[in-house]
């Protein structure tokens, strides 16, 4: 799959990268910097995903969902049925039976997908510590 940046998308990426390898040089002092450069990075390829902008089909309910569960996917909290149902103001019994007949694939499914997928990324870059990504993505 990967991402297609739109507009000015790919200067910014590119731009944040050459700060981040500027700050990699005293990781301790810029951890914050670093924190914030990427976080800024993610929100990028939020607003860029695939699922979101090519399958027009799909309602805007449905995109607010995914761009939720990729914001919170870091608080299991977050995630949970009875929040995400408060949250989107619909019964907890209808939001995955909604989701699934959205998406093709249950809520917990996608889920546990994009947290696998987060975590095979982090892995091949050998940037983060198994430690890492237990305390982070569980």
Same mark, same amino acid.
């Given at each position: ?18 700060? /981040? @390898?500027?700050? *990699?040089?005293?990781? %301790?002092?810029?951890?914050?910097? %670093? ?9 990028? /390829?939020?607003?860029?995903? $695939? ?24 608080? $299991?909290?977050? @995630?949970? %049925? ?22 093709? %694939? ?8 994009? *947290? ?13 510590? @198994?430690?890492? /990504?237990?305390?982070? @993505?569980?």
């Amino acid at each position: 799959m990967g991402f297609q940046l739109v507009g000015e998308d790919n200067a910014i990426i590119t731009l944040i990268f050459d700060t /981040l @390898l500027l700050l *990699r040089k005293d990781q %301790i002092v810029n951890q914050e910097l %670093i924190w914030f450069q990427l976080f800024s990075v993610v929100h990028v /390829l939020q607003r860029n995903m $695939p699922e979101l902008r090519s399958n027009s089909f799909k309602s805007r309910d449905l995109q607010a969902m995914f761009c939720y569960i990729h914001k919170n996917i870091y608080d $299991p909290n977050r @995630l949970r %049925i009875q929040i995400m149902a408060e949250h989107f103001n619909i019964a907890n019994d209808y939001l995955g039976i909604y989701f699934k007949r959205q998406a093709g %694939i249950t809520l917990r499914e996608y889920i546990q997908n994009y *947290r696998n997928t987060l975590i095979r990324q982090r892995i091949a870059t050998g940037r983060v510590t @198994l430690k890492e /990504l237990s305390l982070n @993505l569980g």
